[in-house]
């Protein structure tokens, strides 16, 4: 099944930014499309972003969308999340995961990927 591990998390100030990365091994990366979640402290773990397999379409939740941007690297099995003019709100451990079916567009559903990395935290200070 391979695995994912995250990088890139850290604490800012309002208004910074800040890139996420997310490495896979195992299954074909490029066979896959990729998605980032959330999940703040107290809270139910939530989409925030995902890509297809082949790079071309890109997903955002409304919390996010202008603010962040997904991106990925097939050569490296690398998805990346761009995270811009963070707000309070964005503070949350942040989870890479894998749809479970390949050459299939990406989804927002958390119950259609299979495997999920452990996680990045990002604190964002006002």
């Known amino acids: 099944q391979g695995q994912l591990v995250e990088s890139g998390g850290g604490s800012v100030q309002a208004g910074g930014s800040l890139r996420l990365s997310c490495v896979a091994s195992g299954r074909t990366f490029s066979a896959y499309a990729m998605g980032w979640f959330r999940q703040a402290p107290g809270k139910a773990r939530e989409y925030v972003s995902s890509i297809d397999y082949t790079g071309g379409s890109t997903f955002y939740a409304p919390a996010v969308k202008g603010r962040f941007t997904i991106s990925r690297d097939n050569a490296k099995s690398t998805v990346y999340l761009q995270m811009n003019n963070l707000k309070p709100e964005d503070t949350a451990v942040y989870y890479c995961?894998?749809?479970?079916?390949?050459?299939?567009?990406?989804?927002?559903?958390?119950?259609?990927?299979?495997?999920w990395g452990p996680g990045t935290a990002v604190t964002v200070s006002s």
């Open positions: 995961a894998r749809q479970a079916r390949s050459y299939s567009g990406s989804s927002q559903f958390q119950r259609e990927y299979d495997t």
